[in-house]
């Protein structure tokens, strides 16, 4: 069975702090995803990692960073918390579409970190 | 600017209706088109997916249609049942790149 893995359900952090959001895939997919989800706005994505230690910036990548050392994880970075990134955070993976046009890129969601800024 | 454009954000169907969920893009590039179902608490999962050479995909209830020209595509539920109330969303991607992008999500309510 696919898994994504978030570690936190719900997180509360103080304004200022540097808050740490991590994710696992046990699927051996290259893709890995952050959005975040609001209300009437939907999914937007924050970043993109199609391979260890590549990534590109998403919609909204402003105030945050991402790490992937490992081919199963990726860490969202908030640098200095703040009170407008207050959300739900979604981390999904995929296989590689790139040369298989034929294949399906489903992305495989997490059930998501809340977390609350105050 | 929103890359992929989703309307409605609410829906209230009777049961046993049709729920239409219309999606329009701009990207020419764009060359994949999935659908996304989410309930309450979960993480989004696949629904339905289409690529552009064809202009209808049929999978049980649920069908996408697909009018390249018009840069739009609907997901159709027929003879919607309470148990598809959950929040749809539609995506594309391009053929050199795996990015996912989101449409802004529809609440579907089937009351009985």
């Known amino acids: 069975d696919v898994k994504v893995t978030q570690s936190s359900r719900y997180l509360v952090k103080r304004t200022g702090e540097k808050v740490f959001l991590e994710c696992v895939q046990d699927?051996?997919?290259?893709?890995m995803f952050w959005y975040r989800q609001d209300p009437g706005l939907g999914l937007r994505l924050i970043y993109f990692?199609?391979?260890?230690?590549?990534?590109e910036k998403g919609d909204i990548p402003e105030g945050y960073s991402v790490s992937r050392e490992k081919k199963e994880r990726f860490s969202l970075i908030l640098e200095s918390a703040s009170t407008n990134q207050t959300s739900m955070y979604l981390c999904?993976?995929?296989?590689?579409?790139?040369?298989?046009?034929?294949?399906?890129?489903?992305?495989?969601f997490g059930q998501g970190t809340r977390l609350t800024v105050v | 600017q929103q890359q992929v454009k989703q309307s409605p954000q609410s829906l209230i169907v009777q049961k046993g209706g049709i729920s239409i969920i219309n999606c329009a893009y701009e990207?020419?590039?764009?060359?994949?088109f999935p659908w996304y179902q989410q309930f309450p608490g979960k993480g989004p999962a696949l629904l339905i997916a289409?690529?552009?050479?064809?202009s209808e995909k049929k999978e049980g209830r649920f069908t996408i249609s697909f009018n390249k020209s018009a840069k739009q595509f609907s997901l159709h539920i027929m003879d919607s049942q309470p148990g598809d109330s959950a929040t749809y969303f539609c995506?594309?991607?391009?053929?050199?790149?795996?990015?996912?992008?989101f449409g802004t999500g529809t609440r579907l309510q089937v009351f009985p």
């Open positions: 995506a594309a991607s391009t053929l050199n790149t795996d990015k996912l992008i």
């Open positions: 699927m051996d997919h290259e893709n």
């Open positions: 289409i690529r552009p050479d064809v």
């Open positions: 990692s199609y391979d260890v230690k590549m990534k």
């Open positions: 990207n020419t590039a764009f060359d994949y």
């Open positions: 999904a993976s995929s296989l590689s579409g790139i040369g298989r046009e034929l294949m399906n890129t489903e992305a495989f």
